[in-house]
């Protein structure tokens, strides 16, 4: 079993609640990797849980995962295996706010109920990984759930562009401690950054020099409500230009580059629709222009990834690897320490399970 703490039961969280489920009923669609060395998804569990909103916090993870505000599409109804209580966390700088301006079905309601010891927690539940899941722009949340993983010795899965493992600070405590760290920000399955980089390589590998792009991205989840507060946004804007710029040989002007969350349209609730626009220059300065639309669900493509990063943190838990994982932050994360180009960072991560794997096998673990 593979003893898993969330911090955040929003769409995210859901979809990955909802994928443990449908897992113990049979073979899930649209897993990346069936299995990581000799875990499954069936073999994770959810142990422990912290969030902050009334409709959440006292409830069972299972209940907690199809409550509102979450508006992710429900694939797997039947979430009653999934019985930890829901703990409040601390809520610093979790909750924007300007959502107290909108609908209770859209926004968060903090619970009144006091703040338990996120580190204690952790330990009594014997967690083995955070999957940290919070709001875009809570600096000190991620930061104290960090900490609470350094006391009590727990790995962590960084989803949320706040950077962690790509800070050195950070990275250095988590490899002095031996524990595992993969991230920083997730990169979905098929979501508009792998789509991205992949048109930027090609533009770049046929020789087409980028003039301009931009990449805008609409959504009606609490994500996109939350990062409606400009100020919240710098990280993500950050992360997501970072990742489009690093698979090219020389970077785009920053002027002539603009990726970001664009607006928070309600009735698309969590599908996520992304435009693309790419204008090169060819042989001869000859003109190429590139329109794409991608229409996705949002949190099923962040969660079949997460599912990825929780297997391989427990393979360098069993190892006794600690540290960032380059291969995997590289694959999962738009934001790793080291950035690599996808089918690169595909190969790295595949070599750091075999890696791995054999390792924790040779130890007879
Ligand atoms: N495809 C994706 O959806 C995707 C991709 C990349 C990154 N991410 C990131 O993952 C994170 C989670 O996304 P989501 O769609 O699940 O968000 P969400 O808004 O649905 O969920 C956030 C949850 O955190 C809770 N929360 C707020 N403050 C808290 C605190 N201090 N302690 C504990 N819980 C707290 C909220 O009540 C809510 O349940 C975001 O930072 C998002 O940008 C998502």
Not at 139 to 151: D, G, K, M, R, T
């Amino acid at each position: 079993m593979i003893r898993v703490a969330i911090a955040g039961v929003g769409n995210c969280a859901s979809s990955l609640v909802q994928a443990l489920s449908a897992a113990r009923k049979g073979p899930v669609e649209g897993l990346m990797r069936s299995r990581i060395g000799s875990w499954g998804v069936e073999d994770i569990e959810i142990v422990a849980a912290f969030d902050v909103d009334a409709r959440k916090v006292g409830f069972s993870v299972g209940e907690a995962a199809l409550a509102k505000p979450n508006c992710t599409r429900v694939f797997e109804s039947d979430l009653s295996a999934h019985r930890t209580r829901v703990l409040m966390g601390p809520v610093l700088d979790g909750v924007a706010p300007h959502m107290a301006d909108y609908p209770d079905d859209e926004a968060f309601r903090v619970s009144s109920a006091k703040p338990v010891d996120v580190a204690a927690a952790l330990k009594e539940a014997r967690a083995e990984i955070l999957v940290c899941y919070l709001p875009v722009g809570a600096v000190q949340a991620v930061s104290h759930y960090a900490e609470a993983c350094l006391a009590a010795k727990v790995a962590l899965v960084n989803c949320v562009p706040v950077f962690i493992a790509s800070d050195p600070a950070w990275s250095s405590r988590f490899a002095e401690a031996r524990l595992p760290l993969v991230g920083d920000d997730i990169k979905s399955q098929l979501g508009a950054t792998i789509l991205h980089r992949t048109l930027a390589s090609l533009f770049d590998m046929r020789g087409i020099r980028i003039e301009r792009t931009y990449q805008l991205n609409t959504g009606g989840n609490t994500d996109f409500l939350n990062m409606l507060a400009r100020e919240r946004l710098s990280s993500k804007k950050k992360s997501k230009t970072q990742s489009v710029q690093s698979v090219l040989n020389e970077p785009i002007p920053a002027g002539d580059v603009h990726i970001g969350p664009s607006d928070y349209i309600s009735w698309q609730k969590d599908n996520k629709v992304a435009f693309i626009r790419m204008e090169g220059r060819g042989l001869g300065g000859s003109p190429i222009e590139l329109e794409m639309r991608l229409s996705v669900q949002d949190s099923p493509n962040s969660a079949g990834v997460v599912l990825d990063a929780i297997r391989c943190a427990r393979l360098a838990l069993d190892a006794r690897v600690g540290g960032v994982l380059a291969g995997p932050s590289a694959a999962f994360m738009k934001s790793p320490p080291k950035q690599a180009p996808d089918f690169e960072a595909q190969a790295l991560c595949d070599a750091f399970i075999a890696q791995v794997a054999g390792a924790a096998q040779g130890r007879g673990d």
